[in-house]
């Protein structure tokens, strides 16, 4: 009954957005054709184009912090392999790392990729490539995951343990927020 609630609540989030979304381009185009009469038709379409965009951002913001959550509420644990990972300079205090990995999900062999995001930390240096490390991921969404590098699985008994650490809770240092 949980899993049940926690789709129609996800659903209902998503149609509010989807609905936010398109009000906002109604809104542009009854904009964009009210003005007709004006001259600078090209004026009109970049403001177009540039809200088009702006929505599309909004709506990527809002479901990748929707994803974030539902993870959190319904989670299980793998361990990862990495195998990549790229380390990029992208600015002041930013960086676009990405660290490639497979990770198990039963008998289901899963290939994902974490970028630099606001939830975990992909640092510079390059982590130990012989090393397994902890997965987070969503029960019922195995793509919606997260390879923890803070969490070094060495041995079955790492795992063993970082099980039971999780067992109730996501511990608060897992994530940056």
Known sequence: MEQINLITEYSLNNSIIISILVILVIIALVYFFKLKKLQNTERKLVYFVVLIFFSIGIYLFIKKDQDFNNLKKDYELSIGIINKYIVTKAGKGQNGNKCEFDFKVGSKLITSQ???NPYTS???NKPNLDVNYLVIYQKNNPE?????????VKDSLDFFNYKKEFQNAIPEKVFKN
């Open 122 to 124: 992909l640092p510079n």
């Open 114 to 116: 974490n970028s630099s």
């Open 144 to 152: 919606n995951n997260f390879i923890l590098l803070n969490y070094p």
